[in-house]
């Protein structure tokens, strides 16, 4: 699950099973390589998602099939807010968060403060003012590039 909105092409990839037998076939497989090939060249290659960082707390976990234990990522902000969160290096993803097919990223908590929450009335409070946290602090919304 990605928190936030997932807009992803969809890049086709190379048709590998049956193998191709006929000359046919061997020709068509020869161009789905070379266009995605060439799709790869431009950049294209199914790498990106959208993630917004999850406002009630300091972990967003997401879950994609392409994340690997020994993956790498780069975060482009899409946002004000994501550029400050970006900047303020309070943003990561430690070794032991990165699962294949799931990462947690630990950030900062919307406001940048601790929140409290009250089980008595299933409100979350800002720890500082003890007023009630709505939620609207700020989008913090990142491309983010996932190779290996």
Known sequence: M???PMTQPA???VTTNPAPHTLDQVQRYLRENANVINRINQGKFN???EITLN??????????ARLTRLGSARFDPLTADAATE?????????AANRRNGEWTITHSAADGEAMLFDDDTNMLFDDDTNMLFD???GDRTFKMVMIG
Not at 55 to 64: C, W
Request: net charge negative.
């Open 135 to 137: 939620g609207t602090s």
């Open 47 to 49: 790498a990106v998602l």
């Open 55 to 64: 406002d009630f707390g300091t972990t967003t976990t997401i879950t994609d």
């Open 11 to 13: 890049y086709k990839g």
């Open 86 to 94: 970006l900047a303020a290096g309070t943003m990561y993803v430690t």
């Open 2 to 4: 990605v928190d936030g």
